[in-house]
């Protein structure tokens, strides 16, 4: 029980315990003292945990006016109704999660500090473990992202641009309500749900790489979550050119998916670039964290639909033998191509799982999925089943297709309106706009959030300056295809 007394200044003061979780003397005093004795420079973004009544919080937010200042407290008992200074998070770990996906993103994470109030953490171990590994699990997640941005970041600021300019249609939720829906991952044992996917009326959210599958069995997904900017997403992509209707995919997307044709649904995952570019053209986009697997992303985006459950089908995360795909796949051309009289493509085969497997029949990057997955809090991982699983264990409720068909309720029913993008004038016009106002801050060294992803997404101050100087160049060029 936490009993409340008050200190020598008036403020109050709660014990645990009969022991003090602040000074009984002056807390505000304490508070200052703690943050001057531990930070030196100002960091970017400051994340307190264990608050107590927003002292810590608000003291940050005095002595650290350029800071961005968030707190986590542990229990209502110990909120702080200020807004004056940051903002408070009252832990609950799918709330808590959310609220991290949101606060720390790419272009913040690096400058991050976290402060540990002891007395409190000491008070609430179980508080202390759960929030910490929720911030790993964010940290872990933002790692993987960045290290593909730097790898990418051209790619990306290029799929960007041509994305937003040669998108010809975008989709609005027109309608919809919650209730089963089904998502097709491309795992060998998709092919077990064969005939549910086939048969039945529950609409289907399908990953690219599940496509041709898709489409050999005749089911139209009634969404596609596309989210790689990589050269191979294209092989996925082409499977759905001229049959496809909606895909849902943030602008930094491979840029095939203009080509394709199918209406954007567009996801905003927290990008400044295409935050503003949605804000100039007045286009909702729903707000899901990049997750590093596109699996995770269609997962989240079928329970902001409604899905009440996501029923995930060929989610292996796993190799089956050889077999790394689900059959037939877009890569059955790469593997075919790769083989000769001398090469059989069983060797092939052979040879690619056997290169790239670590542990267990997985990559590492299926490593990585698999984590990612683990550390679902309960919250959200009830609202997610999983048909015939691989031997990768995942905390969700493991279900048979018969099971599927079985379930009462309602199922899924979402639709979406297509509107014509605007004119490619006015398009073109907002990014030119844009890079050469954030190309000014750059070589004139002022602070833009927009010049400090640039500069984030390619690795230097030059290298920006150089990149958007060519990407200008070459808008100026473009025309309406």
Same mark, same amino acid.
């Given at each position: 029980?936490?009993?409340?007394?008050?200190?020598?200044?008036?403020?109050?003061?709660?014990?645990?315990?009969?022991?003090?979780? %602040?000074?009984?003397?002056?807390? +505000?005093?304490?508070?200052?003292?703690?943050?001057?004795?531990?930070?030196?420079?100002?960091?970017?973004?400051?994340?307190?945990?264990?608050?107590?009544?927003?002292?810590?919080?608000?003291?940050?937010?005095?002595?650290?006016?350029?800071?961005?200042?968030?707190?986590?407290? %542990?229990?209502?008992?110990?909120?702080?109704?200020?807004?004056?200074?940051?903002?408070?998070?009252?832990?609950?770990?799918?709330?808590?999660?959310?609220?991290?996906?949101?606060?720390?993103?790419?272009?913040?994470?690096?400058?991050?500090?976290?402060?540990?109030?002891?007395?409190?953490?000491?008070?609430?171990?179980?508080?202390?473990?759960? #929030?910490?590994?929720?911030?790993?699990?964010?940290?872990?997640?933002?790692?993987?992202?960045?290290?593909?941005?730097?790898?990418?970041?051209?790619?990306?600021?290029?799929?960007?641009? &041509?994305?937003?300019?040669?998108?010809?249609?975008?989709?609005?939720?027109?309608?919809?309500?919650?209730?089963?829906?089904?998502?097709?991952?491309?795992?060998?044992?998709?092919?077990? *749900?064969?005939?549910?996917?086939?048969?039945?009326?529950?609409?289907?959210?399908?990953?690219?790489?599940?496509?041709?599958?898709?489409?050999?069995?005749?089911?139209?997904?009634?969404?596609?979550?596309?989210?790689?900017? /990589?050269?191979?997403?294209?092989?996925?992509?082409?499977?759905?050119?001229?049959?496809?209707?909606?895909?849902?995919?943030?602008?930094?997307?491979?840029?095939?998916?203009?080509?394709?044709?199918?209406?954007?649904?567009? &996801?905003? +995952?927290?990008?400044?670039?295409?935050?503003?570019?949605?804000? +100039?053209?007045?286009?909702?986009?729903?707000?899901?964290?990049?997750?590093?697997?596109?699996?995770?992303?269609?997962? !989240?985006?079928?329970?902001?639909? /409604?899905?009440?459950?996501?029923?995930?089908?060929?989610?292996?995360?796993?190799?089956?033998?050889?077999?790394?795909?689900?059959?037939?796949?877009?890569?059955?051309?790469?593997?075919?191509?790769?083989?000769?009289?001398?090469?059989?493509?069983?060797?092939?085969?052979?040879?690619?799982?056997?290169?790239?497997?670590?542990?267990?029949?997985?990559?590492?990057?299926?490593?990585?999925?698999?984590?990612?997955?683990?550390?679902?809090?309960?919250?959200?991982?009830?609202?997610?089943?999983?048909?015939?699983?691989?031997?990768?264990?995942?905390?969700?409720?493991? #279900?048979?297709?018969?099971?599927?068909?079985?379930?009462?309720?309602?199922?899924?029913?979402?639709?979406?309106? !297509?509107?014509?993008?605007?004119?490619?004038?006015?398009?073109?016009?907002?990014?030119?706009?844009?890079?050469?106002?954030?190309?000014?801050?750059?070589?004139?060294?002022?602070?833009? *959030?927009?010049?400090?992803?640039?500069?984030?997404?390619?690795?230097? #101050?030059?290298?920006?300056?150089?990149?958007?100087?060519?990407?200008?160049?070459?808008?100026?060029?473009?025309?309406?295809?």
């Amino acid at each position: 029980m936490i009993r409340i007394e008050t200190s020598r200044t008036g403020l109050p003061v709660p014990l645990m315990n009969e022991k003090a979780l %602040v000074s009984r003397f002056d807390p +505000q005093k304490e508070a200052s003292r703690f943050i001057e004795n531990k930070i030196g420079s100002p960091p970017g973004i400051l994340l307190i945990l264990g608050d107590v009544f927003g002292y810590l919080r608000a003291a940050a937010g005095k002595l650290l006016p350029g800071t961005e200042v968030y707190s986590i407290t %542990v229990s209502e008992e110990l909120a702080s109704n200020d807004t004056d200074y940051g903002e408070e998070c009252l832990f609950n770990r799918g709330k808590t999660r959310e609220f991290l996906d949101r606060v720390l993103r790419e272009d913040n994470f690096s400058g991050l500090t976290v402060l540990e109030w002891q007395p409190v953490l000491k008070m609430f171990p179980d508080f202390s473990a759960a #929030v910490t590994r929720l911030i790993q699990r964010r940290l872990q997640i933002l790692n993987g992202n960045i290290t593909t941005v730097r790898g990418f970041g051209n790619r990306w600021l290029k799929n960007t641009i &041509l994305n937003f300019l040669y998108i010809p249609r975008f989709s609005t939720l027109a309608c919809g309500n919650s209730g089963i829906a089904l998502i097709a991952a491309s795992g060998a044992s998709l092919k077990n *749900s064969c005939s549910l996917l086939s048969d039945s009326r529950l609409p289907v959210i399908a990953l690219p790489s599940s496509l041709r599958f898709m489409k050999s069995i005749g089911r139209l997904p009634v969404l596609t979550v596309q989210t790689d900017p /990589g050269y191979y997403a294209v092989y996925h992509l082409r499977e759905g050119t001229g049959w496809l209707t909606h895909i849902a995919s943030p602008l930094s997307a491979c840029p095939y998916i203009a080509r394709t044709k199918a209406s954007i649904l567009p &996801l905003n +995952q927290g990008d400044p670039f295409e935050q503003e570019l949605f804000r +100039q053209l007045e286009i909702p986009a729903y707000f899901l964290p990049s997750a590093g697997t596109v699996a995770a992303t269609a997962m !989240s985006a079928a329970i902001a639909l /409604g899905a009440d459950p996501a029923v995930m089908a060929g989610l292996d995360l796993c190799y089956d033998d050889i077999n790394t795909h689900v059959s037939p796949h877009s890569f059955d051309e790469v593997f075919s191509n790769g083989s000769s009289r001398n090469r059989p493509l069983y060797s092939v085969k052979y040879r690619y799982s056997r290169d790239t497997r670590s542990s267990e029949g997985q990559s590492r990057a299926l490593e990585t999925y698999s984590k990612w997955f683990t550390e679902l809090d309960r919250d959200f991982s009830e609202k997610v089943k999983r048909i015939k699983p691989s031997r990768i264990k995942l905390p969700m409720e493991v #279900v048979t297709a018969d099971d599927v068909s079985a379930f009462s309720g309602n199922s899924l029913n979402i639709k979406f309106d !297509s509107n014509p993008a605007p004119d490619f004038k006015v398009r073109k016009r907002i990014i030119l706009n844009i890079l050469e106002e954030t190309h000014g801050h750059i070589k004139q060294g002022t602070e833009s *959030s927009m010049a400090e992803e640039f500069i984030e997404k390619t690795g230097n #101050v030059e290298t920006g300056a150089q990149l958007i100087g060519e990407l200008l160049n070459r808008v100026r060029k473009m025309e309406h295809q």
